[in-house]
C-alpha cells in the first residue's frame, strides 16, 4: 500500500499505538481483532481521536462519518436505517459486503448504536489501507514518479517534498458506494 | 475560589465524566459540596470516568453519587433527579453541561440526528430544569447552563451552536420566570476549550490547530466561572450567558499562529 513504502504491520501497529494513547492502556493488551467497544471501552468521541492520531502519523484523512451515513445521504433516510434506528436488509447486505467476516453480529433489526461495537482495530487498518492505495501514480505538484517516505507511514515527493495527496476516506466511502450500486443496484 | 463557601451544597452537573462537566464537579467538591454526577450510557470509558471521578470526590470527604441517565429521555431524568436529591439530601446547583450532537452543516442532518439535536441539547436540559424545580425551589437554588461561542458565531459542522443559542434565549427566560421563585438562572458560553470535545472539533475545523495558544480556554477556567456564579459574589447577575473565550471573539481578524 502506499505503493509498497508502508507496510500493513505498520498499518496495524500505528492503529494501535493510537488505540493505546486514546485509550490510555497498554499497547500490548490489544490484537487486531479487538473490538474497539466491547473490548477496549472506547466511546464515540474517542473513535475521532484515534482518527486523529493515524491522520497524524500518515498524512491522511479518515471518513469523518459512518458508511450508513453516506447511504442516508446519498439514497435517502430510511433506505438503510428504519424510524426505530434499526438497520434495513439493504443496509445489512451493503455492511456484509463492506466489513465482511469482521461483522458476524450484523443483521435486519439490529441497532444501528450497536454497529459500532463492531468495529476491530483490523477494520479501522482496513480503511487506512485503502486511503493510503489512493495514492497517485505522480507527485500532483511536479509530476514526478518518486515517491518516498523516511519513516514508513509519511509519504512525500522524492522530487519536490510535497507530501503524497490521498483521498479522503469520506471521498473514499462515496466513490465504493456508487460503484458498488451501479453493480448491484441495491439502493 | 477553592474556600468551603460551598460547604454541604448538593450540585447535579449533567454529562459530568469528562471534560468541562468533570472540572465543575471537582471544584465544587473541592469548595465543599456534595456531588450528583451523571453518563448516558451503561459498560464505556464514560461510566469508568464517572466512577473513578466519584471515587476521587469521596476521598475529599464529599458525598457523590454518579447516575446513569439519557437526558433526552424524561422518564430518565426524572430518575437522575430524584436519585441525586435521595444521595444528596436536596439539591441547591443544577448544572446543565450535557451534550450530544453530530458534526455536519445543518442542511445535511438527517431527520433522525435532527431529533436526536433537539431532544437531548433542548428538550433534554428543559426536562432536567422541570423535574430539578420542585428541589430548586425549596433551596433557592441556582441554575447554570454550560453553553459555548457556536450560540453567536459560525462554527464549520457544528449544529450544536444552534441549540446553544436556543439553551441561552431559556437561560433568560428562566431567570425571569424563576425569580418570584428565588431561583437564580445564568450560563457560562466558553470559546475554545481544550476538552475532548475539542479533539472532535478539529478535524472539521483544521485551521483550529493553528490558532494561538493564548485563545484557548481550559475546563477549570469554565469551572472557576460557574462558581463564580453560584457564588454570593454574583447575586447582582440574572440570565446572563458570560462569555469565557480569552478575547477569542474580540476580534474580527485573527493571523493564525501570530501573536
Known amino acids: ?187 | 475560589m477553592e474556600s468551603a463557601i460551598f460547604k454541604d451544597r448538593a450540585v447535579l452537573v449533567t454529562g459530568s465524566s469528562r471534560g468541562i462537566g468533570a472540572a465543575v464537579a471537582r471544584k465544587f467538591a473541592r469548595a465543599g459540596a456534595n456531588v450528583a454526577l451523571n453518563y448516558r450510557k451503561e459498560g464505556g470509558s464514560s461510566e469508568k470516568k464517572a466512577l473513578e471521578l466519584r471515587d476521587e470526590i469521596e476521598k475529599m470527604g464529599r458525598r457523590c453519587v454518579a447516575l446513569k441517565a439519557d437526558i433526552s429521555k424524561k422518564a430518565e431524568v426524572k430518575e437522575l433527579v430524584a436519585g441525586a436529591v435521595e444521595a444528596l439530601g436536596g439539591l441547591d446547583i443544577l448544572i446543565l453541561n450535557a451534550a450530544r450532537s453530530p458534526f455536519k452543516p445543518i442542511e445535511r442532518l438527517l431527520e433522525r440526528e435532527l431529533k436526536q439535536l433537539v431532544e437531548t441539547n433542548y428538550m433534554g436540559n428543559i426536562f432536567c430544569i422541570q423535574e430539578a424545580l420542585p428541589a430548586l425551589t425549596e433551596s433557592k437554588g441556582q441554575i447554570i447552563f454550560i453553553s459555548s461561542l457556536g450560540s453567536k458565531f459560525y462554527n464549520p459542522s457544528y449544529p450544536l451552536g444552534s441549540m446553544k443559542a436556543a439553551m441561552e434565549a431559556v437561560v433568560r427566560d428562566c431567570a425571569e420566570s424563576l425569580r418570584p421563585k428565588g431561583i437564580r438562572v445564568n450560563g457560562v458560553c466558553g470559546g475554545i476549550v481544550r476538552t475532548d470535545a475539542l479533539k472532535t472539533l478539529r478535524q472539521f475545523w483544521e485551521e483550529l490547530d493553528q490558532m494561538p495558544e493564548e485563545v484557548f480556554i481550559e475546563p477549570d477556567e469554565i469551572a472557576d466561572a460557574v462558581l463564580f456564579l453560584c457564588s454570593p459574589a454574583a447575586s447582582g447577575i440574572l440570565g446572563q450567558s458570560i462569555v469565557l473565550d480569552k478575547g477569542m471573539s474580540l476580534s474580527l481578524f485573527r493571523s493564525p499562529g501570530k501573536k
Open chain 1, 1 to 187: 500500500m502506499g505503493q509498497n513504502l508502508i507496510t500493513e504491520e505498520k498499518v496495524i501497529d500505528a492503529v494501535k499505538d493510537a488505540v493505546a494513547e486514546t485509550l490510555s492502556i497498554d499497547k500490548g493488551t490489544i490484537n487486531a481483532d479487538s473490538s474497539l467497544i466491547q473490548a477496549l471501552d472506547a466511546e464515540s468521541l474517542d473513535f475521532l481521536d484515534i482518527n486523529y492520531r493515524i491522520e497524524q502519523t500518515f498524512g491522511i484523512k479518515m471518513a469523518r462519518h459512518f458508511i450508513l451515513e453516506h447511504i442516508e445521504e446519498m439514497y435517502g433516510e430510511g433506505s438503510a436505517i428504519d424510524e426505530d434506528g434499526k438497520l434495513t436488509e439493504k443496509a445489512v447486505e451493503l455492511l456484509k459486503i463492506r466489513l465482511g467476516e469482521e461483522a458476524p453480529e450484523i443483521k435486519v433489526g439490529t441497532d444501528m448504536d450497536d454497529i459500532p461495537a463492531q468495529l476491530t482495530v483490523q477494520s479501522i487498518a482496513n480503511g487506512v489501507r485503502d486511503i493510503l492505495n489512493s495514492l497517485p501514480e505522480k507527485c500532483t505538484n511536479c509530476g514526478a514518479q518518486q515517491w518516498t517516505s523516511e519513516d514508513g507511514a509519511k509519504v512525500k515527493c522524492g522530487n519536490c517534498g510535497e507530501p503524497a495527496a490521498y483521498t479522503n476516506g469520506d471521498d473514499l466511502a462515496v466513490e465504493w458506494l456508487k460503484k458498488l450500486n451501479a453493480e448491484r443496484k441495491i439502493f
